[in-house]
């Protein structure tokens, strides 16, 4: 970021400082319920040095998470779903039966509220933008909150509506 009041600022920093976003690198999939459910297990949780080295351990598996194959080392995850929001966060993927938080969410001061990251793919969550909005929360301890902040092409029909139109160039259908 710059430094001094000549240095010039990228577009993304620029962004980010305006609309109060703390941008983080994007994550490949997000969860769209528990880690206990993505991975047939139970999952535990360690809190690391305050939240340094957090892991979520399953006694199951950690293979597919909405609909991504996410066994790949380093596989960034947002964990949005958990019953005890407390273990929400970003996260990597370790091995077959742990996650790690990812460096840079593994201190409160880098899960302040106004975290943004973005969803690349998955059945549910691809191309979805999130929020945490907790303020100054505790690792371990504070729930970690994260609200849909942007949805690319992301259009539904509510109760009583239609929905007609032309996205990237494909017919929409209506929906009754």
């Known amino acids: ?34 880690l206990n459910a993505a991975s047939g297990g139970t999952v ?3 809190n690391g040095s305050s939240g340094v080295g957090a892991t979520l351990t399953t006694t199951g598996t950690y293979l597919f ?14 964990v949005k ?17 742990v996650l790690t938080r990812a460096t840079d969410f593994d201190t409160s001061a880098e899960a302040a509220g106004g975290d943004f990251v973005f969803v690349t793919s998955g059945t549910v969550n691809a191309d979805t933008g999130w929020v945490q909005t907790t303020d100054n929360p505790t690792l371990g301890t504070s729930n970690i909150v994260w609200t849909q902040f942007s949805g690319a092409g992301t259009y539904t029909a509510g109760t009583g509506l239609t929905l007609t139109g032309i996205v990237t160039g494909k017919q929409i259908g209506r929906a009754s």
């Open 1 to 34: 970021f710059p430094s001094h009041d000549t240095c010039a600022a990228t577009k993304n920093y620029v962004d980010a400082a305006v609309t109060g976003l703390h941008v983080h690198d994007s994550c490949y999939v997000a969860t769209t319920g528990t």
């Open 44 to 46: 535990y949780y360690n």
């Open 65 to 78: 998470i909405d609909g991504g194959n996410v066994q790949t080392g380093g596989t960034r995850i947002l």
């Open 81 to 97: 779903n958990e019953a005890n929001a407390a273990w929400n966060g970003i996260y990597v993927y370790t091995s077959t039966t």
